[in-house]
């Protein structure tokens, strides 16, 4: 049995097998949904005393109150002082350039005069309060922690506050290490559902948040579904994606530990891979059989590889980025020569790596761009988490008296179109008005 999927375009059923590869079946638990909605309710209606108990319950974690569940900056700091020096320095070095990208994503207020002194314009805020999530336990995403808080500050928001579960109360040094050096500003020793809801609707001790942004578990991707509209939040995330078009020049290992690189987060990742050379897809083929039974994760590897990857033949590198559009992956990498030449013909991608030294584990952690990115064939609407996802615009409206002459007219009009003659009467009082005197 061949460890990954082969497919050609130029087969009579390559559109049929094409769908069925890329199907995923996003359809909602009903026990998780069930237990979500539990959750919610309780603790919008009970507060503390609900935080308490799931965190009691699920974490194992007992506490008297809902502050001793705050984490003090003092332990941040201290998790960062003890930091093996390698370590902190890739942090440092991975939010340097971070922050430096994001700053020039920051969007400015304008705003222009007409002729009859009429100005209209748009005014950039930031958000006062955002939540960030971060998983516990044994996963540790300092990464995430950056490429979530250090928008959010790029941006201007006020207070960045951190929820993370601390399974059995150990909590992670390196997690509060990237706190402290993405400015946080509070972190919270609880997750899951509950956590969500706790920076959503509040409660005696936690603020409610604007927003709510960090990966999370099924059990917090449904609490931030039904939160929505409460707060805002960043995306529901689908398995991670990658796809890659080649056109034969990069070793082939290269190429396959890149399919990996996104295979091995689990088995219902998805990695593929574009190529019109079909020597070069066998030498791929030979990489990952090679190189599959090395990797410590290699089960899941195995299991994703089968069930959702795919080397396949396309007829020319144009039609590789036709197909490229149809997928609108999460993460593309162009490995060809003039990379840039085929990125041009890419109009839906979350991120796009160029050329083959670009590893897509480049983006995810030190590069600059953000990592959180749409997936599921959501990148041909959504972008990247950035800096504007923490910013809002409100319109600026200051009609001039020889303005509302000209305006008040066209309002009255659609407005007794419409059938709402209120509105229509309060732009037709303004009409050949005398000054108003202040």
Not at 6 to 30: C, H, I, M, N, V
Not at 385 to 414: C, E, N
Request: with cysteine; proline share 5%.
């Amino acid at each position: 049995m061949s460890s990954i999927n082969r497919l050609d375009t130029t087969s009579a059923g390559f559109q049929a097998d094409l769908r069925r590869l890329l199907a995923f079946d996003a359809s909602q638990d009903e026990s998780i949904e069930h237990a979500v909605t539990e959750i919610l309710a309780r603790v919008r209606q009970e507060g503390d005393a609900a935080l308490l108990d799931y965190t009691r319950r699920f974490d194992r974690v007992q506490a008297d109150s809902v502050a001793g569940l705050e984490v003090d900056r003092s332990e941040w700091l201290a998790a960062l002082q003890a930091l093996p020096s390698e370590q902190r320095v890739a942090l440092e070095t991975a939010a340097d350039r971070i922050r430096r990208y994001h700053e020039r994503q920051v969007t400015q207020s304008w705003s222009y005069t007409e002729e009859d002194g009429t100005t209209l314009g748009q005014k950039i805020t930031p958000l006062d309060r955002v939540g960030l999530y971060v998983p516990g336990g044994k996963a540790a995403y300092p990464s995430s922690v950056l490429m979530n808080a250090i928008p959010a500050k790029v941006a201007g928001v006020q207070e960045v506050v951190m929820v993370t579960p601390t399974p059995d109360g150990v909590r992670n040094p390196i997690v509060l290490a990237a706190a402290a050096i993405g400015g946080v500003d509070r972190v919270w020793a609880i997750g899951g559902a509950q956590a969500v809801a706790a920076v959503s609707y509040g409660t005696e001790t936690i603020r409610p948040v604007d927003k709510i942004v960090g990966p999370g578990n099924a059990y917090v991707a449904a609490a931030k579904r039904r939160v929505f509209g409460i707060v805002g939040i960043d995306m529901i995330a689908g398995p991670s994606e990658i796809l890659v078009i080649c056109d034969g020049t990069t070793p082939a290992d290269w190429v396959a530990m890149d399919l990996f690189s996104q295979a091995e987060h689990d088995e219902l990742a998805q990695a593929i891979l574009l190529c019109p050379d079909a020597g070069y897809l066998d030498a791929v083929q030979s990489a990952i059989d090679r190189l599959l039974p090395t990797m410590p994760r290699a089960d899941i590897l195995r299991t994703s590889l089968a069930n959702r990857g795919a080397l396949i033949k396309v007829r020319s590198l144009e039609e590789a980025c036709d197909i490229a559009n149809t997928i609108a992956p999460e993460h593309l990498e162009i490995s060809t020569e003039e990379p840039e030449r085929w990125a041009d013909r890419i109009r839906h991608a979350g991120a796009i790596f160029l050329g083959p030294y670009t590893s897509e584990s480049l983006g995810d952690y030190c590069a600059g761009p953000n990592h959180v990115l749409p997936t599921a064939r959501t990148a041909r609407f959504s972008s990247p988490l950035g800096v504007y996802d923490f910013q809002k615009r409100s319109s600026m409206i200051k009609v001039s008296r020889a303005g509302a002459q000209t305006l008040g007219r066209v309002a009255s009009v659609l407005a007794r179109g419409e059938g709402l003659p209120a509105h229509a009467a309060s732009a037709e009082y303004r009409l050949e008005s005398t000054d108003i005197q202040a």
